[in-house]
């Protein structure tokens, strides 16, 4: 069992960042790949970054490559999702999620574990 609590959103306008933190309790943290999740209003949960359980690969969404940044520290049991640039498409609820799977994957399916997401607004 993980649990998974969000922080770190909030209001910022367009080209600014952010980073957001997502705490796990657990001992079995570090064996679990972590994935970064948004959905706006309106629209379905779609897939923006993971990161594999050593912190060895990771992968991005088109929509974010190049501006954000995911990355994880076992010791701390925390994935942090590092934003910059931000624009209002970026505007969403964030969700952290925890796999079983050692292969990085973009399907919410394969995710067990969610948090309870964390706001994340940009104003143009």
């Known amino acids: 069992q993980v649990q998974l609590v969000e922080s770190g959103g909030g209001l910022v306008q367009a080209e600014g960042s952010l980073r957001l933190s997502c705490a796990a309790s657990?001992?079995?943290?570090?064996?679990?790949?972590m994935g970064w999740f948004r959905q706006a209003p309106g629209k379905e949960r779609e897939f923006v970054a993971a990161?594999?359980?050593?912190?060895?690969?990771?992968y991005y969404a088109d929509s974010v490559k190049g501006r954000f940044t995911i990355s994880r520290d076992n010791a701390k049991n925390t994935v942090y999702l590092q934003m910059a640039i931000l624009k209002p498409e970026d505007t969403a609820v964030y969700y952290c999620?925890?796999?079983?799977?050692?292969?990085?994957?973009?399907?919410?399916?394969?995710?067990?574990?969610w948090g309870q997401g964390t706001q994340v607004t940009v104003s143009s």
């Open positions: 990161i594999s359980w050593s912190g060895g690969s990771t």
């Open positions: 999620a925890a796999s079983p799977f050692r292969t990085v994957g973009v399907d919410p399916s394969r995710y067990d574990y």
């Open positions: 657990g001992r079995t943290f570090s064996t679990y790949t």
